[in-house]
T-cell receptor, first 114, second 113 residues
Framework: TQLLEQSPQFLSIQEGENLTVYCNSS?????LQWYRQEPGEGPVLLVT?????EVKKLKRLTFQFGDARKDSSLHITAAQPGDTGLYLC??????????????FGKGTRLSVIA | EAQVTQNPRYLITVTGKKLTVTCSQN?????MSWYRQDPGLGLRQIYY???????DKGDVPEGYKVSRKEKRNFPLILESPSPNQTSLYFC????????????FGSGTRLTVV
């Protein structure tokens, strides 16, 4: 059973379009992180959200943590070819999350076509 | 520069020939972990270490060994590699296991023939 479900699995869009990808769970997370992975490289941390309802912005990327801390979304405005990659969400479960490894979703593979 | 260094980046080996993939971090992180990444299966955790001399199995530990004798190093050992261990491997480190960002290495692409 996958604790973190990401959707869609694949997304191919034209440059300039907007998109949203989702990360859902039935579990409550004390914090949630988003990573981007480019081909042949390791994942790179984009953001960490810790408070229910929290919204963080990173240039054209907007991250939101659900009120109940069970889900998160990543919205990209005016996508660019440089946004192409695998987007992974990862969550820390439980109160004492410092002692529990992150749980990773399988990712959304985004392709932005020029 | 803060980083996790994995070596080698690419490795082709034969079934049964013992190999070690090294991982080193320069951030004084307590937590280190190994993952394998396969198409359609995502990142799967092999082993992790909360601190020096403390290691634990992840989701797919069979066929692998690790050690954590020093804080900065966390090598992954395949005593008798098999073709089903052909994969892309990543080492990661963090201040703590959860709630803090992970820094990943650049990966090791292993092919076992």
């Amino acid at each position: 059973t996958q604790l973190l479900e990401q959707s869609p699995q694949f997304l191919s869009i034209q440059e300039g379009e907007n998109l949203t990808v989702y990360c859902n769970s039935s579990s409550v997370f004390s914090s949630l992180q988003w990573y981007r992975q480019e081909p042949g490289e390791g994942p790179v941390l984009l953001v960490t959200v810790v408070t229910g309802g929290e919204v963080k912005k990173l240039k054209r990327l907007t991250f939101q943590f659900g009120d109940a801390r069970k889900d998160s979304s990543l919205h990209i405005t005016a996508a660019q070819p440089g946004d192409t990659g695998l987007y992974l969400c990862a969550g820390a479960i439980g109160v004492n999350s410092g002692n529990t490894p992150l749980v990773f979703g399988k990712g959304t593979r985004l392709s932005v076509i020029a | 520069e803060a980083q996790v260094t994995q070596n080698p980046r690419y490795l082709i080996t034969v079934t049964g020939k013992k190999l070690t993939v090294t991982c080193s971090q320069n951030m004084n992180h307590e937590y280190m972990s190994w993952y394998r990444q396969d198409p359609g299966l995502g990142l799967r955790q092999i082993y992790y270490s909360m601190n020096v001399e403390v290691t634990d199995k992840g989701d797919v530990p069979e066929g692998y060994k690790v050690s954590r004798k020093e804080k900065r190093n966390f090598p992954l050992i395949l005593e008798s590699p098999s073709p089903n261990q052909t994969s892309l491997y990543f080492c990661a480190s963090s201040f703590k296991a959860g709630g803090y960002g992970y820094t990943f290495g650049s990966g090791t692409r292993l092919t076992v023939v």
